[in-house]
Nanobody, 121 residues
Framework: VQLQASGGGLVQPGTSLRLSCAVS????????IGWFRQAPGKEREGVSCIMSSDGSTYYVDSVKGRFTISRDSAKNTLYLQMNSLKPEDTAVYYC???????????????WGQGTQVTVSS
């Protein structure tokens, strides 16, 4: 399975970005899939994930109400809509997959390359 993340960039505080993660080699719906981020000098953290085919989701407290995770099964693509971005959201964002039911508060096993998100005025 290969994961290809895209959509990062340099944006001003308060604006929005949408990250995409294209999955190839297997069906996205067969996995728990999520977004992680690593800011400079900090440990990587799970931001949001869809843990199973029933659509159960997790969001880290700092992004609740601002970020929305979704998937398009027809396109085999995962998205992260990020609204009201803050400077503290600046990080490299990664998409990753693991076995169904896996909680993204813990590291996943298969990773895509990261995409840089920088929020700055």
């Amino acid at each position: 399975v290969q994961l290809q993340a895209s959509g990062g960039g340099l944006v001003q505080p308060g604006t929005s970005l949408r990250l995409s993660c294209a999955v190839s080699g297997d069906l996205l719906d067969d996995y728990a899939i999520g977004w992680f981020r690593q800011a400079p000098g900090k440990e990587r953290e799970g931001v949001s994930c869809i843990m199973s085919s029933d659509g159960s989701t997790y969001y880290v407290d700092s992004v609740k109400g601002r970020f929305t995770i979704s998937r398009d099964s027809a396109k085999n693509t995962l998205y992260l809509q990020m609204n009201s971005l803050k400077p503290e959201d600046t990080a490299v964002y990664y998409c990753a997959i693991d076995a169904p039911g896996s909680d993204c508060r813990y590291e996943y096993g298969t990773w895509g390359q990261g995409t840089q998100v920088t929020v700055s005025s």
